[in-house]
């Protein structure tokens, strides 16, 4: 059971908007940033989204992030096959003293 | 740009301690902006954080991991590690270390090496 609550799978069709939520708690999101990765099959988790809604360099303005109180959303427009990954948010928890994920979404691209 | 590199057997026996070290390059483990840190993923299943380090020696760890987790820094080598003792299959995973960012507050991983799978088996 992941601290942070994300849905476990999400599709859509080429070009397609889609998000994925991201559901925390005052200890978490509500008083912390957020940070989005991005996991191809695979691979190691890639930074795509942090401090709730900066993106790093290279990662395409097709990505974006928001949070409001103690949830947070990233949105993928204009999707492409090559967006099929798993998606995990992240968050500091100051009740914890650690490092929190959501159980990940896994994205399909029909 | 900074990489990080993990390092260790990828075959443990139960009861055993695994033991993983992870070399930074292209920049200071010393430095004070960063905390360093090791997360595991189980096959098919989701992150999980298992503690972090600053280099003065300061560890954080992940309570339901506690009792079984030492992490040590060595900042001559640029590196640092990871013990978990008595594992278990359950502890079967890919071991990833990661930056962690500490100032101007504590954020999560930003860089994260390529992971290395550990098989706790007899």
């Known amino acids: 059971q992941s601290v942070l609550t994300q849905p476990p799978s999400t599709s859509g069709t080429p070009g397609q908007r889609v998000t994925i939520s991201c559901s925390g708690s005052s200890s978490n999101i509500g008083s912390n940033y957020v940070y989005w990765y991005q996991q191809l099959p695979g691979t190691a988790p890639k930074l795509l989204i942090y401090r709730n809604n900066q993106r790093p360099s290279g990662v395409p303005d097709r990505f974006s992030g928001s949070k409001s109180g103690t949830s947070a959303s990233l949105a993928i427009s204009g999707l492409r096959s090559e967006d099929e990954a798993d998606y995990y948010c992240a968050a500091c928890d100051d009740s914890l003293s650690n490092v929190v994920f959501g159980g990940g979404t896994n994205l399909t691209v029909l | 740009q900074l990489q990080l590199q993990e390092s260790g057997p990828g075959l443990v026996k139960p009861s055993e301690t695994l033991s993983l070290t992870c070399t930074v390059s292209?920049?200071?483990?010393?430095?004070?902006?960063?905390?360093w840190g090791w997360i595991r993923q189980p096959p098919g299943k989701g992150l999980e954080w298992i503690g972090s380090i600053y280099y003065s020696g300061s560890t954080y760890y992940n309570p339901a991991l506690k009792s079984r987790v030492t992490i040590s820094v060595d900042t001559s080598k640029n590196q640092f590690s990871l013990r978990l003792s008595s594992v278990t299959v359950a502890d079967t995973a890919v071991y990833y270390c990661?930056?962690?960012?500490?100032?101007?507050?504590?954020?999560?991983?930003?860089?994260w090496g390529q992971g290395t799978m550990v098989t706790v088996s007899s």
């Open positions: 292209a920049g200071s483990i010393s430095s004070s902006s960063y905390y």
């Open positions: 990661a930056r962690q960012v500490a100032m101007p507050t504590s954020e999560p991983f930003d860089i």
